[in-house]
């Protein structure tokens, strides 16, 4: 090192006396302390970081689907926040999750207008900003590399708790583990489910962002932070030793029907009987193939959901119709359908169908979803919302909850032959909830069924990021997971998470596969949330010792 080169601080000062100067040899240069250069240009260096990083995780997911850039969003936004003050981590963590979440979810208002993309885009981005402004300290982190390392990732994971769980149930969409299911991170699902995956991503980033400012303050060339970068690629690579099943305890045939809509759009259903129709026929010319020997007999059939919007428990015509197909398929269908009621709301429900009886009946036939999407299939505070857009009114019925109607709280029904094989029901947004799914395989799920519509969001990567969560939870439950849509993209998951079948956009497809059946439950599923919960505490722990001894430390010059 020449001597005009900047000492680097030891590890320890560097997180736990960020305040303090780096020491200087000689006054012949300036430091090139990382936070020093950008404050001496302009903060809107750090607001252009904060925004590009936001971009960069959104290329991440589905849809450009580069999930390697996942840690670098997430490297960005810390080296943004390194050394600025809480309200101005604040402001950075608000432009990174706005740019993010615009860009990540414009499928929102495809056809009901901006307002709802770019009000639900906000207030995600809300959850971003109190995660910025918490980010300054967690660079002040006292136990070195381990403990920045522990609160960022415990802080990651702490903010997508919150966002997913509160207002109205929460709003997942956007984990930083559902940018990695077909990245190596995803094999840690199986151990810690979605939570770890985020938890790994976040680590990650923050050990890229400490590796660039130790390289930029120690004024090293950067081929010096190869060390580094082997240990985040380590990191990223971990999930690669987790051994994932590939077999099960049995197995099933199992046929998926894709069986469009006429039209895209909010209308799609303007026309029900013709979906209905689609589906039943894409079902009747399976069972003619069938016949003729070009296709093996299926033990379950599943429709999507919406698969008829028109009522088969009440509507005759319908129900004849679903049970023409059952019979000529001859195994049960478990069909989509939104049922009246009770009293002046709808039920959006998976039934099973059976040949020669129709609707099964009974807590392992039916099942109500539990998680009905706010502002889409219900409207909270009506009044109040209608205020700032008329367009609330298009839900005119709001859908129930299944929790309130208490029947098959958890959506395991029985299928297959001498109904043998238990499918747990799991309908659309659900596929982001870890809990609803993992109850699910806990009650004794051997498959899981997504049940799912994707017409209301047009050609966009809405579906494909639906179909990315559902092959993450393959992994974390070790279940086969088929998500059968009423226009794609469907697939059919086995329980490593390869695609054992795939469909189109906006095609009539049938999605046949023979895939395993299991009973064995991973440790994600039998550790439930606490991986969640533990990783949290221990980021906002960490971030709450930092915070008190920053306050003792400014106590102290106020008395010196």
């Not at 020093?36 to 252009?48: I, N, Y």
């Not at 309200?87 to 999750?97: D, E, R, S, T, Y």
């Not at 059946?517 to 919960?533: D, M, Q, S």
């Amino acid at each position: 090192m020449s001597d005009s080169a900047v000492v680097p601080p030891g590890i320890g000062e560097t997180f736990s006396r960020e305040a303090e100067p780096a020491v200087i040899v000689t006054q012949h240069k300036p430091s090139r302390s990382f936070p020093d250069s950008l404050k001496s240009r302009s903060t809107w260096a750090r607001l252009a970081l904060a925004a590009a990083s936001g971009f960069v995780l959104y290329l991440a997911f589905p849809g450009i689907d580069l999930w390697p850039l996942a840690p670098v969003g997430v490297a960005g936004l810390a080296l943004a926040t390194h050394g600025v003050s809480k309200k101005f981590g604040a402001l950075l963590g608000f432009v990174f999750g706005l740019v993010f979440f615009l860009r990540l979810i414009p499928w929102i208002g495809i056809f009901v207008g901006a307002f709802p993309w770019i009000a639900l885009s906000v207030t995600e981005a809300l959850y971003l900003t109190a995660m910025g402004a918490l980010l300054p300290l967690v660079w002040r982190v006292r136990g070195g590399l381990g403990g920045l390392l522990l609160a960022s990732g415990g802080l990651w994971v702490a903010q997508e708790m919150i966002r997913g769980s509160w207002p109205f149930g929460g709003f997942p969409w956007g984990r930083l583990a559902f940018s990695q299911s077909e990245a190596p991170t995803a094999g840690l699902a199986s151990i810690g489910g979605a939570p770890l995956v985020s938890f790994a991503v976040a680590v990650a980033g923050t050990l890229l962002a400490w590796v660039v400012l130790k390289v930029w303050q120690a004024r090293a060339l950067p081929w010096r932070a190869g060390p580094g970068l082997v240990a985040v690629l380590a990191v990223m690579g971990v999930g690669l030793l987790i051994p994932l099943p590939t077999e099960g305890d049995s197995t099933t045939r199992v046929a998926a029907i894709q069986g469009n809509v006429p039209r895209i759009g909010l209308d799609f259903n303007a026309q029900r009987r013709a979906v209905l129709d689609n589906h039943v026929q894409a079902t009747l010319e399976l069972a003619e193939r069938v016949r003729n020997g070009e296709a093996e007999q299926p033990d379950v059939v599943l429709w999507p959901e919406n698969a008829s919007d028109i009522d088969p428990l009440i509507n005759a015509d319908a129900a004849a119709e679903i049970s023409a197909a059952t019979d000529a398929i001859g195994v049960p269908i478990l069909i989509g359908a939104v049922l009246q009621g009770p009293d002046d709301h709808v039920t959006n429900a998976g039934i099973v169908w059976r040949p020669s009886e129709g609707a099964g009946t009974g807590d392992d036939s039916t099942y109500a979803k539990r998680h009905p999407a706010p502002f889409a299939e219900y409207i909270p505070y009506r009044d109040f919302f209608r205020n700032f857009s008329k367009k609330v009114d298009l839900v005119t019925r709001d859908f129930i909850s299944g929790d309130e109607l208490r029947e098959n709280p958890v959506g395991v029904m029985r299928m297959g032959v001498d109904d043998q094989v238990r499918v747990g029901d799991v309908i659309c947004f659900e596929v982001a909830y870890d809990s609803l799914v993992r109850e699910s395989v806990q009650a004794g799920a051997t498959m899981l069924a997504v049940q799912t519509n994707n017409a209301t969001f047009g050609y966009t990567a809405e579906s494909v990021q639906q179909l990315a969560q559902s092959r993450l939870r393959a992994i974390e439950t070790g279940r086969t997971v088929v998500n059968i849509s009423t226009v794609g993209v469907s697939g059919i998951i086995l329980p490593d998470g390869t695609t054992a079948a795939r469909s189109g956009h906006y095609t009539q497809e049938v999605l046949e596969a023979t895939v395993p059946l299991r009973t064995e439950l991973t440790i994600a599923t039998r550790v439930g949330a606490w991986p969640e919960w533990i990783l949290s505490a221990l980021g906002l722990a960490l971030l709450a010792g930092s915070a008190v001894a920053a306050r003792r430390r400014t106590d102290d010059r106020k008395t010196q």
